[in-house]
C-alpha cells in the first residue's frame, strides 16, 4: 500500500469510529448541559421560596406557618397576607412554566415533584384557596388548571 493508500483508509476509519463518537461526545456533553441549566433553575427557583419563608418569617403575627387561619386579622394584617398569597402564587406559577412539562424526564420530574409538594402544602390552608380565585386570573392556563386540581383535592381531603 502505498502512503495515499494508507491515507485514504486512515480517512475511512476516522469517518466510521471518529464521526460517531464526536456524535455520540457532543449529544452527551448537550445532555449534562440541559442537567445543569434544570438544576440551576430549580436552585434559583428554591432560593426565592426560602426568601419568601424568609418573609412569613417576618410577618409572624399573620401566622402563616400554623396548617390553619388563627384568629381574626386586621385590615392590614389581611392586606399583607394577601400580598403574601399573591408573591407565592407567582412563585408557583414560575416554578409551573421553568419546570413543569407534560412529557417530563426522570430528573425533571423529581424537580417538579417538590414544587407540587409545596402547592399542596399552601392548598390544605382553607384561607389560602379562598384567596386564589382572583390570584389567578391572568395566570397561564395550565398553571391555573394544576393548582386548581390541586386546590380541590386538598379541600375535599379535609
Given amino acids: 500500500m502505498s502512503g495515499l493508500e494508507w491515507l485514504e483508509a ?3 476509519i476516522v469517518t466510521i469510529v471518529g464521526l460517531p463518537l464526536a456524535i455520540g461526545v457532543y449529544v452527551h456533553d ?11 433553575i430549580f436552585l434559583r427557583l428554591s432560593d426565592e ?3 419568601f419563608m424568609r ?4 410577618n409572624a403575627d399573620l401566622h402563616l406557618l400554623s396548617p390553619a387561619a388563627k384568629g381574626e386579622l386586621g385590615e392590614d394584617q389581611l392586606e399583607r ?3 403574601l398569597f399573591a408573591i407565592l402564587v407567582s412563585l408557583f406559577e414560575r416554578a409551573y412554566v421553568l419546570v413543569y412539562e407534560d412529557d417530563m424526564s426522570r430528573q425533571q420530574q423529581r424537580l417538579w415533584q417538590s ?3 409545596y402547592m399542596h402544602e399552601w392548598c390544605q390552608r382553607e384561607d389560602f384557596r379562598a384567596a386564589l380565585p382572583p390570584l389567578l386570573q391572568g395566570e397561564d392556563p395550565g398553571f ?6 390541586i386546590a380541590e383535592a386538598a379541600g375535599t381531603a379535609q
Avoid: F
Wanted: aromatic fraction near 10%; charge should be negative.
Fill in 81 to 83: 397576607k394577601l400580598a
Fill in 49 to 51: 421560596y426560602a426568601d
Fill in 144 to 149: 391555573v388548571s394544576t393548582i386548581r386540581r
Fill in 10 to 12: 486512515a480517512s475511512y
Fill in 115 to 117: 414544587w407540587a409538594d
Fill in 55 to 58: 418573609l412569613v418569617i417576618a
Fill in 30 to 40: 448537550r445532555r449534562r448541559e440541559q442537567q445543569t441549566d434544570e438544576e440551576e
